[in-house]
T-cell receptor
Framework: AQSVSQHNHHVILSEAASLELGCNYS??????LFWYVQYPGQHLQLLLK??????LVKGIKGFEAEFIKSKFSFNLRKPSVQWSDTAEYFC????????????FGGGTRLMVKP | EAGVVQSPRYKIIEKKQPVAFWCNPI?????LYWYLQNLGQGPELLIR????????DSQLPKDRFSAERLKGVDSTLKIQPAELGDSAVYLC?????????????FGPGTRLTVT
């Protein structure tokens, strides 16, 4: 079965630090990849997604992610975090031709200290 | 545009009691999903509807869980009887059928506590 791993469960950074959150998946075929964010007290929102084309994807609020097929990875990055980026981040994978079914990672809780 | 609406937002019940959650998807979204999110984990799909048809319910514990989407719009997820281990957040999401971007839009969830 498809699995998605987010190795960092908790990350604490100071404002202006750079961020990279890891995401690895197990499926060897064609995939679509997503990062969702859940701010405190809010619902899950899409940050960015990859379907095809340029493996470097830019999303909202200065986030970007890079799809590295050979490494089965889709890491999330931001050059300079802000206190408002404090949230939980979820990586999700959809197998192509498997319906619109997402498999989520366990999430990474990011705390940014002002 | 209104988002996915869920109610109630919070529910506390005693074990062995029944409970129901309601979801109204974004207007025009034919695909509706119910997810279970345990504390510290990512959402896990319970059931997916295309209009009123349940097209994937393999992860739904059918001995105590049931769901319906009678008119292909809003949906209800029921647990009867609830167990302590059912304490979690129940998320509803929707997406347009046949959409190329396959983005799912999530509701705020219902946090269930079983005592």
């Amino acid at each position: 079965a498809q699995s998605v791993s987010q190795h960092n469960h908790h990350v604490i950074l100071s404002e202006a630090a750079s961020l990279e959150l890891g995401c690895n998946y197990s499926y060897g075929g064609t995939v679509n990849l997503f990062w969702y964010v859940q701010y405190p007290g809010q619902h899950l929102q899409l940050l960015l997604k990859y379907f095809s084309g340029d493996p470097l994807v830019k999303g909202i609020k200065g986030f970007e992610a890079e799809f590295i097929k050979s490494k089965f990875s889709f890491n999330l990055r931001k050059p300079s975090v802000q206190w408002s980026d404090t949230a939980e981040y979820f990586c999700a994978v959809r197998q192509a031709n498997a319906g619109n079914m997402l498999t989520f990672g366990g999430g990474t809780r990011l705390m940014v200290k002002p | 545009e209104a988002g996915v609406v869920q109610s109630p937002r919070y529910k506390i019940i005693e074990k062995k009691q029944p409970v129901a959650f309601w979801c109204n998807p974004i207007s025009g979204h034919n695909t509706l999903y119910w997810y279970l999110q345990n504390l510290g984990q990512g959402p896990e799909l319970l059931i997916r509807y295309e209009n009123e048809e349940a097209v994937d319910d393999s992860q739904l514990p059918k001995d105590r869980f049931s769901a319906e989407r009678l008119k292909g719009v809003d949906s209800t997820l029921k647990i009867q009887p609830a167990e302590l281990g059912d304490s979690a957040v129940y998320l509803c999401a929707s997406s347009p059928s046949g959409a190329l971007d396959y983005e799912q839009y999530f509701g705020p969830g219902t946090r269930l506590t079983v005592t």
